[in-house]
């Protein structure tokens, strides 16, 4: 490149434009960025709420109601996990890629593929296994933003609990192997493989 080139090169950008300097356009992208950031970063925390999951019917009068009864939302403590607590990531690339799968969830809301309770019914093993698949891939990720092993005092578990999770421990197993009704209603499990529910709570599973 010779002497006459690079400063046609520099003078465009200097002035890329007629109107704005390079400079001007880089502050100009900044600014965009964050207002684009903002925007985008607020629409999806609207998204991550409990209000929002069950603004569909077909959470509310199902899961959202069963739930309800749980130990999850109200308990002698008063700490209440949520929706998004158990089932949207709380790291940001993890989070984004759970967004992008619940545009089937939108598709199927628009289907209607579940928007009768007996419709939710005859899906409800299949939504709950897909669940369960998921939880387990993931070492149960989000039950462990609250629990984990390290921070038992089995001293203070029933026999029962501190013997099952002492047994956990030994063979590395997930919370989900065992707690796959701890927050809702089993599905019917006539006629299914056995090995798709592994050892359920009967004291914190609710009886359909």
């Keep these: ?3 006459k080139q690079q400063k046609t090169l520099w003078q465009k950008l200097r ?23 903002g925007g985008f970063n607020t629409a999806m925390e609207a998204t991550n709420t409990e209000t929002f999951c069950i603004s ?7 899961v959202y109601k069963e739930y309800k009864s749980t130990v999850h939302y109200t308990n002698r403590t008063g700490v209440r996990a949520t929706c998004p607590d158990c089932h949207v990531p ?4 993890h989070k984004i890629v759970r967004k992008i799968q619940a545009s089937n969830e939108v598709l199927h809301k628009l289907l209607g593929t579940i928007n009768t309770p007996e419709k939710f019914e005859a899906k409800r093993l299949q939504l709950a296994t897909n669940v369960w698949n998921a939880m387990k891939s993931t070492d149960s990720r989000e039950c462990r933003n609250c629990h984990s092993f390290e921070s038992m005092d089995y001293t203070k ?20 192997d065992c707690h796959k ?3 809702h209603s089993l599905p019917a499990m006539a006629n299914v493989d056995p090995s798709v529910v592994v050892n359920p709570d009967p004291q914190t599973t609710p009886q359909k």
Excluded: Y
């Design 1 to 3: 490149m010779n002497e």
């Design 15 to 37: 002035s890329p434009s007629a109107t704005w300097s390079i400079l001007g356009l880089l502050v100009m992208g900044f600014f965009g960025g964050i207002i684009f950031w």
């Design 56 to 62: 569909c019917h077909e959470m509310e009068n199902n």
């Design 90 to 93: 709380k790291d940001w690339m």
């Design 157 to 176: 578990q029933g026999r029962r609990g501190m013997d099952q999770h002492i047994k956990a421990v030994d063979q590395n197993k997930t919370c989900i």
């Design 181 to 183: 009704g701890i927050a």
